[in-house]
């Protein structure tokens, strides 16, 4: 069974751009949740998408968003990137919404 | 406010020796307390799942337990591949589903 897949696992970009990351969850997973990692925050919620709806927000400004598609893939996007925005980004997938994450290998976004 | 506070931040073992990790959480309700591994520039790896206090989970050198303010991760007689950073998270009955609360983690490394 594949697990849960994040594209791309590496970007760099320039601050006041635009980014947008993608997650593909386990087959038959529903719910996909967020979360940005960094040295000094740790693991920080993002938000949380069940069945193309977003049932859930962390702290974060309006720049950071995120979408679910019908086949329940999820994409985030960043605008106007600050050089603070540099983190590990994680997609996790879960079941329904009580059951246990599994996340992905992540994708390491540099701003410069 | 809701916390989860993990100790120690780092643990060095010889190969061999036992110890535990802690996790104490406050939450106004506990829906469920999670236990992963995080190897380096990777997303975390499920391990356990706890619901009540009393229950015990295992699974080959790791046993999680969970009472009404705590956890505890015992790694019985570790070995060089144990070494990871071990993280705990709550998910509370005040937060919506699908959001995971993670404390700051318990970098473990193990010596031959």
């Known amino acids: 069974k594949a697990g849960v897949t994040q594209t791309p696992r590496y970007l760099i970009k320039t601050r006041g751009q635009q980014v947008t990351l993608s997650c593909s969850p386990i087959?038959?997973?529903?719910?996909v949740s967020w979360y940005q990692q960094t040295p000094g925050q740790g693991l920080q919620f993002l938000f949380e998408?069940?069945?193309?709806?977003?049932?859930n927000k962390g702290n974060f400004p309006g720049r950071f968003s995120g979408r679910q598609f019908s086949n329940s893939r999820s994409e985030m996007n960043v605008s106007t990137l600050e050089l603070g925005d540099s983190a590990l980004y994680l997609c996790a997938s879960s079941y329904d919404r009580a059951a246990e994450a599994f996340f992905g290998q992540g994708t390491r976004l540099t701003v410069v | 406010e809701d916390q989860v506070t993990q100790s120690p931040e780092a643990l060095r073992l010889q190969e061999g020796e036992s110890s535990s990790l802690n996790c104490s959480y406050t939450?106004?309700?506990?829906?469920?307390l999670f236990w992963y591994r995080q190897d380096p520039g990777k997303g975390p790896e499920f391990l356990f799942t706890l619901y009540s206090a009393g229950e015990e989970k295992e699974k080959e050198r790791l046993k999680a337990t969970l009472t009404k303010k705590e956890s505890f991760l015992h790694i019985t007689a570790p070995k060089p591949e144990d070494s990871a950073t071990y993280l705990c998270a709550v998910q509370a009955v005040t937060d919506s589903w699908g959001k995971l609360q993670f404390g700051a983690g318990t970098q473990v490394v193990v010596t031959p």
């Open positions: 998408y069940f069945s193309e709806t977003q049932r």
């Open positions: 939450v106004s309700g506990l829906r469920g």
């Open positions: 087959s038959g997973h529903r719910s």
